[in-house]
Antibody, heavy 114, light 107 residues
Framework: EVQLVESGGGLVQPGSSLKLSCVASGFTFSNYGMNWIRQAPKKGLEWIALIYYDSSNKYYADSVKGRFTISRDNSKNTLYLEMNSLRSEDTAMYYC???????WGQGVMVTVSS | DIQMTQTPSSMPASLGERVTISCRASQGISNYLNWYQQKPDGTIKPLIYYTSNLQSGVPSRFSGSGSGTDYSLTISSLEPEDFAMYYCQQYDSSPLTFGSGTKLEIK
C-alpha cells in the first residue's frame, strides 16, 4: 500500500522556522519527483515547491522563494520542507505529493500566529 | 505564470446526472493536466492525469478530455460519493498552477 505521511507541523510565531517531513512507503520513492502543496483555511490548493527525483532541480512558488527549501533523502524515503521567516499567510494544511503517479499524503497543519 | 480558469465554481446536481467541469489555461499546456477530488475532511484523491488517463482505482464514470488550452472532467452518472470539490492542475511549466475549484453539490 502506498503511503505518504507528513509530520512536523504545529503552531509557531511569526518569524520562526519549522521543518516538515514526508515519509514515503509502498513505491520506489527515489524514482519520483515530489511536490509540496498547501491549502490555506477555506481556500484553494497552492503549489509551493518541486524537487526532481535526484535533487538535480528544485522549483519554488514566488510566495515562498528565498524562505522555504525543499530537499529529500532517498536513503530514508523522506521529503522535507524547511520553512523560515514564517508569516501568518503561511498558515495552511501542507501536503506532499508525487509529481506523477498520483500519490498524496493526508496533510499536516501549520499555524503561524502570535 | 499559466492561469487556470475553472468553471463553474459551484454546481448543484442530482444523483444519476451527467456533469462536466471545465478548465481553461491562459496558454497551451500540451495536455499536462491533472484532475483531483477533495472531500470535506481534506482528503485529496487524484482522479486523472495527462488530460484523460484514469488513476488506478478511479471508477470509469470519470473521464477527462481536452487539448491546447481547454480541458474538461465529466462524471457520467453521479453517485453519492461524488459530491465534493474538484480541482484541475497544469504541470506543463513552473509554477504549477491549480484552478480555483468546483464544488459539486446535491440539488
Amino acid at each position: 500500500e502506498v503511503q505518504l505521511v507528513e509530520s512536523g507541523g504545529g503552531l509557531v510565531q511569526p518569524g520562526s522556522s519549522l521543518k516538515l517531513s514526508c515519509v514515503a512507503s509502498g513505491f520506489t520513492f527515489s524514482n519520483y519527483g515530489m511536490n509540496w502543496i498547501r491549502q490555506a483555511p477555506k481556500k484553494g490548493l497552492e503549489w509551493i515547491a518541486l524537487i526532481y527525483y535526484d535533487s538535480s532541480n528544485k522549483y519554488y512558488a514566488d510566495s515562498v522563494k528565498g524562505r522555504f527549501t525543499i530537499s529529500r533523502d532517498n536513503s530514508k524515503n523522506t521529503l522535507y520542507l524547511e520553512m523560515n521567516s514564517l508569516r501568518s499567510e503561511d498558515t495552511a494544511m501542507y501536503y506532499c505529493a508525487s509529481h506523477i503517479g498520483g500519490y498524496w499524503g493526508q496533510g499536516v497543519m501549520v499555524t503561524v500566529s502570535s | 505564470d499559466i492561469q487556470m480558469t475553472q468553471t463553474p465554481s459551484s454546481m448543484p446536481a442530482s444523483l444519476g446526472e451527467r456533469v462536466t467541469i471545465s478548465c481553461r489555461a491562459s496558454q497551451g499546456i500540451s495536455n499536462y493536466l491533472n484532475w483531483y477530488q477533495q472531500k470535506p475532511d481534506g482528503t485529496i484523491k487524484p482522479l486523472i492525469y495527462y488530460t484523460s488517463n484514469l488513476q488506478s482505482g478511479v471508477p470509469s464514470r470519470f473521464s477527462g478530455s481536452g487539448s491546447g488550452t481547454d480541458y474538461s472532467l465529466t462524471i457520467s452518472s453521479l453517485e453519492p460519493e461524488d459530491f465534493a470539490m474538484y480541482y484541475c492542475q497544469q504541470y506543463d511549466s513552473s509554477p504549477l498552477t491549480f484552478g480555483s475549484g468546483t464544488k459539486l453539490e446535491i440539488k
